[in-house]
Every structure is written in structure tokens, then in C-alpha cells.
């Protein structure tokens, strides 16, 4: 089968590498005029690190293994701990921090150039009975049994589906992060989340000495935080009063240490595709980075979508249809779950904020020691059928 990808980010890399291990002639189009390599750093939990290893990928050598997470209040009460390496025992996989451009690099590593074409922007697709044909502005054309839009939030494949699909909403939040290797913080292969009425802010390890770290605060308009210098007295203002090493990050950097990431969703529907296209990644559920699902979800889609190939029978329409509706039924539930979880999990303005409060979060203290690794436990597999499944194993679809 030969399968045109759009987009060549970490979904549309992890696909191409996915259906290459199984055989298939791929071609990626990638609309950037060459590889990507911004970006900060992401947290791969148990389920993204297993499909990487169904790959081929060892998740290890990319970044930093994270053996806890530790939650703390503003004023720095410790409120509650994860035991990620009891997730990693439990699952067979660890969670890590990862520096993007480790993970891309990697991802690309082992795709061969020749089916990597930069400078490619999806402006037309037309899906005919036998096939999917695509063109690209330079007018180049490329036609293939089948179309994966893995090309974002912004998605052109999403776009040119038919019939309406709802476009990402903002949803009022967003975070400031970077990348750093100066930080003065030993954070010995812990995460820390720093809670409060006004958002969270976070640090995270990432390897060889670099921590990420996030602030999630209110995403207003009539403030230019899309002005580093506008939006670092703003921080350092409303979190003054925060407990070390919130006060210590926010004195340590500079206006070019800050890269804005408003919070998009999509209400995640019930078809992620038509006929010879699917959509994975961003392009089908784009959500809020809070939970740190964003890449482990798009890894999920490909694990899902390439063990339901080899049976899929694309040369009849009862077929395809076949294909979507597996495909969406057994991903839209996971996905819609870790996008609400991602949305409410760090409150930024509302009446949400209360539970945030220094006395609100007292109680959270006296939650037993397990239960939080326990809850986790719980949430991995119900954003993953990887998980739930143990080893990979093949799913066929119900022949049409």
C-alpha cells in the first residue's frame, strides 16, 4: 500500500516509521522547508514510551527517567506525590522528559530522505473511489491508496475534509515554558508542580542537565503576552509571592528564555476522517499541555491505526468505512477523556480556582500515600488502549 503522510512532526514521523516497519511505500510532505528543530521539551508518560518501543525506539536515550512527581502548594506545602517508577514497573514502560528536538531527530533517524519532501503545503485533496490525490503549492501532485493528515492543529487535511468539523478553540489558559540549563535547581530525577489560585507553574527533568520549566497562567486579550517583554514583569508580579523555586526561575530569566503557547482544543468528535483520509495527532484532538498527553495520544493513534491496516480492506467502501469506524470508536473515548482531564487539570481564572487555594489544598496533605500513583494508574489506562492491552497484538476489523 502506498500511504502519503502530511506533516512530518513527531506524529507524522512516528506514522511514517510505523508503516514503513510494516511494509508500506510512504511518502511525508512536510509544509516547513526543513526539519523542525524548536520546541522545548514534553513529558512521555507509560503509554507513549511503550509505542516507542513497539517501534523500534529506545525511549531511555532521549531524555531524563522521572521517578516521581511532586506536588506542592504556592507557599510550598507538600501536598501529594506520584510513584512514576511503579508506573513503569506496572507497565513496562517509563516516563520521561524529553527534549522535543531528541525525540523528532530520532523519529526521522531511521525514515530514509528520499521520502521526506520539505517545502510540500497541502492545498487541494480530492478522493476518488480508487484513490486519494493530493497537490501542494508548488503544484507538485502525489497520489497514494491512502491520505494521513498528521499536519497539526491548523490542519489542511482537517480543513479539506468533508462536511463541518470544529476548529480548536482557545480556552482562556495558556503556558510560558522553555528550556534551561542554568536554572540553579537540582531537581534529582523528580518532577515538581507548584499549585495556586492564579495556575500552576512547573519543573521538569529533561536530561543532561536541562530542565523544562512551565507557568500556566490566564490567556487574556487585552494583555500582550505575546510580548516577552511585556509578559515577564506581568509574571514575576503574580507570582511573587510563591515559594522557592518559583521566585528564583521567575529572577533568573530573561525576555529571551519565554516561548508562548496558548491552549487550543478540539471538541473531539466522533469522525476523524473520510473514505482514504484519517486524521492523527493534533490534526484530530488537539488539546491543552497540561496533562502532558499532547504526544502520547498522537502515539496512541499510531499504534491503533497500523495494528487495524493489515486487515483493512481499502478497495470497497463498506471497507473504509469499516477502517474509520474502528479507528475512531476505539481512539475518540481515550482521547476525549485526556483532553477533558487536560483542561480542567490546572484552573487559571473562574470559581475552578478556589480549589486551588492555600486552604483548599490542606486536605489534599492527608490523601493516603498511594492514592495518587493508584489514580494515575487508573487515568494511563484510560487514555490508553496500548496499555490496557499489554503487549502489542494485531486487531483485526470486522470483515464489512
Known amino acids: 500500500m502506498h500511504v502519503l503522510v502530511a506533516g512530518a512532526g513527531i506524529a507524522g514521523a512516528a506514522a511514517a516509521l510505523a508503516l514503513g516497519n ?9 509544509r516547513a522547508p526543513a526539519a523542525r528543530d524548536g520546541g522545548c521539551a514534553i513529558v512521555l508518560w507509560s503509554n507513549g514510551t511503550a509505542v516507542l518501543k513497539d517501534l523500534g525506539v529506545d525511549p531511555t536515550a532521549l531524555g531524563e527517567r522521572i521517578e516521581a512527581v511532586d506536588v506542592y502548594s504556592a507557599r510550598g506545602r507538600a501536598l501529594m506525590s506520584v510513584d512514576t517508577t511503579r508506573l513503569e514497573t506496572r507497565f513496562d514502560a517509563p516516563v520521561l522528559g524529553v527534549p522535543r528536538r531528541n525525540l523528532h531527530r530520532r523519529l526521522l533517524r531511521d525514515l530514509p530522505e ?20 493530493v497537490r501542494t503549492s508548488e503544484g507538485r501532485e502525489y497520489t497514494a491508496d491512502l491520505l494521513i493528515g498528521a499536519d497539526g492543529v491548523n490542519s489542511a487535511v482537517r480543513a479539506a475534509l468533508p462536511g463541518p468539523l470544529p476548529e480548536a478553540e482557545t480556552t482562556g489558559a495558556a503556558t510560558w515554558q522553555g528550556l ?32 523544562q520549566w512551565l507557568i500556566d497562567l490566564r490567556h487574556t486579550p487585552d494583555v500582550d503576552l505575546n510580548r516577552p517583554d511585556r509578559a515577564l514583569p506581568l509574571l514575576r508580579e503574580h507570582y511573587e509571592d510563591w515559594a522557592e523555586p518559583v521566585t528564583t526561575l521567575l529572577a533568573h530569566l530573561t525576555e529571551h528564555d519565554l516561548e508562548l503557547f496558548p491552549h487550543r482544543r478540539h471538541r473531539v468528535g466522533r469522525r476523524w476522517g473520510h473514505g482514504r483520509v484519517l486524521l492523527i495527532g493534533d490534526a484530530a484532538h488537539a488539546m491543552p499541555p497540561i496533562l502532558a498527553q499532547g504526544a502520547g495520544q498522537a502515539l496512541e493513534d499510531v499504534s491503533l491505526l497500523t495494528r487495524l491496516l493489515p486487515t483493512a480492506d481499502l478497495t470497497t467502501r463498506a471497507g473504509r468505512e469499516a477502517l474509520q469506524h474502528a479507528y ?31 486552604a483548599a489544598l490542606r486536605g489534599a496533605a492527608l490523601l493516603p500515600s498511594g492514592l495518587p500513583t493508584r489514580v494515575f494508574e487508573g487515568l494511563m489506562t484510560g487514555v490508553s488502549e496500548r496499555l490496557r492491552a499489554g503487549a502489542p497484538v494485531e486487531h483485526a476489523l470486522p470483515r464489512p
Open 180 to 211: 534551561t540549563s542554568t536554572l540553579p535547581l537540582d531537581l534529582a530525577s523528580r518532577s515538581r508542580l507548584y499549585m495556586g489560585r492564579r495556575g500552576g507553574v512547573g519543573f521538569n527533568p529533561a536530561g543532561r542537565g536541562l530542565v
Open 328 to 358: 475512531t470508536r476505539r481512539r475518540a473515548r481515550q482521547a476525549r477523556l485526556a483532553s477533558t482531564m487536560a483542561t480542567r487539570g490546572v484552573a487559571t481564572s473562574g470559581p475552578r480556582t478556589l480549589a486551588q487555594s492555600e
Open 22 to 30: 510494516q511494509g508500506h511505500r510512504v511518502t511525508v510532505l512536510e
Open 114 to 133: 528520499e521520502i521526506l519532501h520539505y517545502g510540500a503545503r497541502l492545498t487541494h485533496v480530492h478522493e476518488g473511489e480508487d484513490h486519494v490525490r
